[in-house]
Nanobody
Framework: QVQLVESGGGSVQAGGSLKLSCVGSGYTYSSYCMGWFRQAPGKERERVASIDKDGSTNYADSVKGRFTVSRDNNKNTLYLQMNNLNPEDTAMYYC???????????????WGQGIQVTVSS
């Protein structure tokens, strides 16, 4: 059974930083693309960043240059370093694993429970 557990969220002032972590279990972590998504109240879920099994990364335009996604396959852990945060980054952040049988980060089929990030002005 796939499990994804996020940690590291919280509240920070604008301009501050946070680092999210997500530990995966129940599957071959290194074989799949991993991603971070977020959803703010009243808004659709947005893909923030993804990192494929070969280490290639992709970012939403809104976070480019501020957020960095990385992974440690030895620890089955995904990270999201978030710098220069602004109130528009306030959302529930979700870790996700690629849907089994798909490739190139096109579909995500396994989700964490989510963790809140709140940025105050």
């Amino acid at each position: 059974q796939v499990q994804l557990v996020e940690s590291g969220g919280g509240s920070v002032q604008a301009g501050g930083s946070l680092k999210l972590s997500c530990v995966g279990s129940g599957y071959t972590y290194s074989s799949y693309c991993m991603g971070w998504f977020r959803q703010a109240p009243g808004k659709e879920r947005e893909r923030v960043a993804s990192i494929d099994k070969d280490g290639s990364t992709n970012y939403a335009d809104s976070v480019k240059g501020r957020f960095t996604v990385s992974r440690d396959n030895n620890k089955n852990t995904l990270y999201l370093q978030m710098n220069n945060l602004n109130p528009e980054d306030t959302a529930m952040y979700y870790c996700a694993a690629e849907k089994f049988g798909t490739w190139y980060c096109r579909e995500f089929g396994h989700w964490g429970q989510g963790i809140q990030v709140t940025v105050s002005s």
